[in-house]
């Protein structure tokens, strides 16, 4: 897919030298300074606004009187903002019947996914017999979409007939694509196969990314195999690729439901290393996992609240402090407090002070 425009680039300016008066018998022309072009993300967040909120009729009205240049990427950048569906379509159909304009892989492909996301199978499969009856010639992108939304509607055999028929037809699979497929023989309980995926991927000279070792993170964790998952992370920092976010999240969920906090905690220790903050349904299971198995929480709970501080999310802080009454105590109090003063928050954080010198013993920890 063609890479979103650079945003937030600044307007540059028409600078007007001055001239130096001068008597003149022609009368003095008035220099007005041309209008600032509209940025493109305002143009599409607009286009985008009118698909979801008018009717079609006004909403093609709309588009018609912009002053517009419709190319491929515009038409592809607004599909991208997944209007409603029904939407989308007619919008890609009025696309279609534009002076000069032809639909591409990239606004194909886009299409095809919205109506895979709404769980539309066979509308999806219209849009790919089209594309190829117009003679455009699906990319790997288009395949793993393909596959990706057959597997996620339970049709296994599907994906994998879209898998054989793309390299059939000589289309190279991408790093995304093999990562894709591995993940849909992972979550159909192929695992075999799956691996043999990976080893052709290393095969070809391709790289494992964050999200392939992820991919093989979660199935580890989810077979119960903590080991080998906490190995893989091990391996793909000495690769110099840091687990994020959603790979942290992930191994403490699936530690959280197998109550397996030994694992968990070293996952919780690089998060805190690294200022990573978990998703809050995700806390609250990692909460109620290390509660059950008697495992002292202030100072995952403190540790949590700092790291949201520091992240100047002193709300979400806020929410996790008072929805846990039972965990409230000096040492959590104290993390929210200095998450608000971090935060600006000084009368918050004052006032959370007074509140913990009358409901707390500060001696008793």
Aim: net charge positive; glycine share 6%.
């Amino acid at each position: 897919m063609p890479s979103p425009a650079p945003h937030g680039r600044a307007l540059s300016t028409l600078r007007f030298r001055r001239l130096k008066k001068r008597s003149s018998p022609f009368p003095k022309k008035l220099f007005t300074k041309p209008p600032l072009p509209e940025y493109m993300r305002a143009t599409i967040h607009k286009i985008s606004t009118t698909l979801r909120y008018s009717t079609w009729d006004a909403a093609a009205t709309e588009l018609r009187a912009l002053p517009l240049h419709w190319d491929s990427f515009t038409v592809n950048r607004i599909l991208k903002t997944h209007p409603p569906m029904e939407k989308a379509w007619l919008f890609f159909h009025w696309a279609a019947r534009l002076p000069g304009f032809k639909h591409d892989r990239f606004t194909y492909t886009t299409m095809l996914d919205i109506f895979g996301e709404a769980g539309r199978i066979p509308s999806m499969w219209h849009v790919f017999r089209e594309m190829e009856d117009k003679g455009v010639t699906p990319d790997a992108a288009t395949y793993t979409s393909v596959m990706h939304w057959l597997s996620a509607a339970g049709d296994l055999q599907g994906a994998v007939r879209a898998w054989e028929e793309m390299r059939e037809r000589g289309c190279r699979p991408t790093l995304v694509s093999y990562t894709a497929f591995m993940k849909i023989l992972f979550d159909h309980g192929r695992p075999k196969e799956a691996a043999g995926v990976y080893t052709e991927m290393l095969e070809v000279g391709l790289s494992p990314n964050c999200h392939t070792y992820t991919v093989l993170m979660e199935y580890l964790a989810g077979a119960g195999k903590f080991k080998a998952a906490l190995k893989i992370m091990s391996e793909m920092q000495e690769a110099g690729i840091e687990p994020d976010k959603a790979a942290c999240n992930i191994l403490i969920q699936k530690c959280s439901k197998a109550g397996e906090t030994s694992a968990m905690r070293q996952v919780l220790l690089y998060m805190k290393e690294h200022s990573i903050v978990l998703r809050r349904t995700v806390f609250m299971e990692a909460l109620e996992a290390l509660k059950l198995n008697f495992i002292a929480v202030e100072h995952m709970l403190s540790g949590m609240i700092n790291r949201l501080g520091r992240a100047r999310i002193h709300t979400y802080a806020e929410s996790i402090f008072y929805s846990l009454p039972m965990d409230q105590n000096v040492v959590t109090y104290t993390a929210l407090m200095d998450a608000l003063f971090q935060a600006g928050e000084v009368d918050k954080g004052l006032e959370l002070y007074s509140k913990m010198r009358k409901d707390i013993s500060i001696s008793s920890g």
